[in-house]
């Protein structure tokens, strides 16, 4: 009781003066005699209520128990410093680095404090310091991680690496390798021919570490399949495995690493085929096309591991690899749970048929959710039948139980998937109503797309009418869509009724509510203008459907007087309000807006370009200023923005 005394003190004082110190630094002492009690309750203490200004005193006195106390009591000190350290508090490094070296135990924990600080040179020196009279590999990979963390936000990190590069231990010179690998180096700086100086001297035990770093510091792929193809001549397999890294890494870009990597594919030689897949999944490797069909044919043939790697590689290639959906569906079913990830993803990412269907189906029955490698594997599943979208609505009765589930993960994946299928989905809007007014506000929001999405769909199929709209990509225009019952009604409102009542429920709490709200008036066209200055607020809407149908209605009902708020809404948020507002203005037709509407043409977004062009076109005349500006973007334009561009300057030169 005394200790909890002790901490609420602290945490209902101004911990930026020093009148509790004492007692404080009294109370986390105790942490050093291994008093579990006390580490428990000074643990929830700094979770559950981390100050909002930093115990200089609290934060010293943690260091220094972490620095000098192995075990538990320096493990919990180390937790409780991450829920105070700001990357200036450098002067906590050396207890850490302490910390790491005396307790192996707690050298993670310590490294994921040293990864937030703002590191200076003199830190790294003594990183390498401690590496370099380190007998323990492990710790030396744990200090390596250090480093690796601050490689892309200091120099000095990375200057760090290059000089394990030339040491003589080839521990010491692989921890360098690896910090550099899980980087991106743009500027090579002489690291390619550090790399190979280090390869000579330490060959196989290095082999690995020298591929992947070799990719990852911009080196020519010339430079690097010369490389390559030295190291496979070598008779030690480390050397030939490193070597068939490589070249599933450069496959993308050098022709010759390319025919290695179908030889390899095609040699029934597991290790190395492993340590292509390694390669060919790199985050720098570009997929081919060419490799889709013999990286599919040796599914089901070396084991679970290799076909998850084969699973991740053809994922990389999207649609792309459809082909492979049926031999990815089989494999799946004779992987364990820790593999079935891996396929679900892959099916997900390359959008999966009705052929998946049962396949997906066995995997979620199959998997209760007992652990977290099941859940994750259920999340996944989920996902899945979501990017088939109505395809997938037979799997209705499926979806629904995981909307129960207490993994918050997968519960979100069931509204996702429920919202994907759309229309076959309508039965289940109350029962999702429901849940939006229960839940916190992160799921709120995926419950909001989700009925948002099954109306859209359920608008669609039951609706009289809809045209093309430029608003959003694929969807209708919401002034042409005729419901058969009003959605408004059951909020207590109707989209006939007075403006002003329409206007005042702006505010409503429910996102889907204002939406409809804004259609509503939207339709009414010009006659509701006098709403445009209370439809301005909605663009900053917190919720990006609000702000996309904000714009919407504005250009609908002609608000001239929106154009000011309109030009802001085009230069920054979400892209859908972007490109509404773009639409909207191209609706109103003020010449004010060709400047805005033309600098959005240098956008890298097709969505946005295309809705710019539009919208030039649709001024009319008043856009002539635009026509160099638009045939410069349609230099470079796909066949879509092309036409679009075309015919807007049609457009805007007819009279």
Request: include cysteine.
């Amino acid at each position: 009781m005394k200790q909890l005394v002790f901490l609420a003190l602290f945490f209902s004082a101004d911990v930026s003066g020093e009148a509790l110190a004492p007692e404080v630094v009294k109370l986390l002492k105790k942490l050093r005699h291994g008093n579990k009690e006390a580490q428990a309750e000074v643990y929830k203490a700094f979770r559950n209520r981390i100050p909002t200004a930093t115990s200089r005193t609290a934060l010293s006195e943690l260091a220094s128990i972490a620095g000098t106390s192995g075990g538990s009591s320096g493990r919990t000190a180390i937790l409780c410093i991450q829920f105070l350290v700001t990357p200036e508090d450098v002067s906590i490094a050396e207890p850490m680095i302490e910390a790491a070296r005396s307790a192996p135990e707690n050298a993670k924990y310590a490294a994921d404090v040293l990864s937030k600080l703002e590191l200076q040179k003199e830190h790294f020196e003594l990183l390498i310091r401690e590496m370099k009279r380190e007998q323990r590999d492990k710790l030396v990979f744990v200090y390596a991680s250090i480093i690796e963390r601050r490689i892309p936000h200091a120099d000095d990190a990375l200057d760090a690496a290059v000089q394990l590069l030339s040491h003589k231990n080839p521990t010491l010179a692989s921890a360098g390798m690896r910090a550099i690998a899980r980087n991106t180096i743009k500027d090579t700086q002489g690291i390619d021919k550090l790399l190979v100086s280090a390869l000579n001297r330490h060959q196989a035990f290095v082999a690995r570490d020298v591929a992947a770093a070799l990719v990852s510091v911009n080196t020519s792929p010339a430079t690097a399949v010369s490389i390559f193809a030295k190291m496979q001549k070598k008779l030690q397999k480390d050397m030939q495995q490193a070597a068939a890294y490589g070249f599933g890494a450069f496959s993308g870009e050098s022709p010759a690493a390319l025919r290695e990597t179908k030889r390899i594919l095609a040699s029934e030689n597991p290790m190395q085929i492993t340590s292509l897949l390694d390669g060919l999944n790199h985050r720098n490797a570009k997929p081919m096309a060419d490799l889709i069909s013999p990286v599919t044919e040796i599914l089901q043939s070396y084991g679970a591991h290799v076909d998850s790697l084969s699973a991740r590689y053809l994922s990389r290639h999207g649609i792309e690899a459809k082909a492979a959906l049926p031999r990815l569906s089989q494999t799946m079913l004779n992987v364990g749970v820790r593999y079935q990830d891996d396929f679900l993803v892959a099916l997900a990412k390359i959008q999966p048929t009705k052929e998946c269907l049962p396949a997906i189906k066995e995997v979620l029955e199959a998997n209760a959710g007992k652990s977290i490698a099941e859940l994750e594997v259920q999340r996944t599943a989920l996902n899945a039948l979501a990017a088939m979208g109505p395809a997938a609505a037979q799997m209705l009765p499926g979806i629904r139980p995981y909307l129960q589930s207490r993994y918050q993960a997968v519960f979100l994946a069931a509204v996702r998937a429920m919202g994907s299928i759309g229309d076959a989905a309508q039965e289940d809007l109350p029962m999702l109503i429901r849940m939006e007014e229960e839940e916190s506000k992160s799921d709120r929001v995926a419950i909001q797309n989700a009925i948002a999405a099954i109306r859209k769909a359920a608008s669609q199929s039951t609706g009289i009418t809809k045209t093309p709209n430029p608003v959003a990509e694929g969807e209708g225009n919401p002034g042409e869509i005729r419901l058969e019952q009003d959605p408004l009604n059951e909020f207590g409102l109707s989209s006939d009724g007075p403006l002003n009542d329409l206007v005042e429920n702006f505010g409503h709490k429910n996102a889907v509510t204002r939406r409809q709200i804004l259609m509503a008036i939207g339709r009414r066209g010009e006659r509701a203008a006098s709403a445009g200055t209370s439809i301005e607020a909605l663009l900053k809407d917190k919720d990006i459907g609000v702000q996309k149908t904000a714009a919407w209605a504005l250009g609908s009902i002609r608000s001239a007087g929106s154009v000011s708020a309109l030009k802001e809404a085009l230069t920054e948020g979400a892209i859908e309000t972007r490109a509404a507002a773009a639409w909207a203005l191209g609706s109103i037709g003020d010449p004010a807006s060709v400047e805005s509407l033309t600098k959005s043409l240098g956008s890298d977004i097709p969505r946005l370009q295309w809705m710019a062009a539009w919208a030039l076109g649709a001024i009319g005349p008043g856009a002539k200023s635009s026509v160099a500006a638009l045939t410069d973007a349609q230099a470079g334009a796909d066949d879509v923005l092309s036409t679009a561009i075309s015919e807007a300057i049609e457009r805007i030169r007819s009279e």
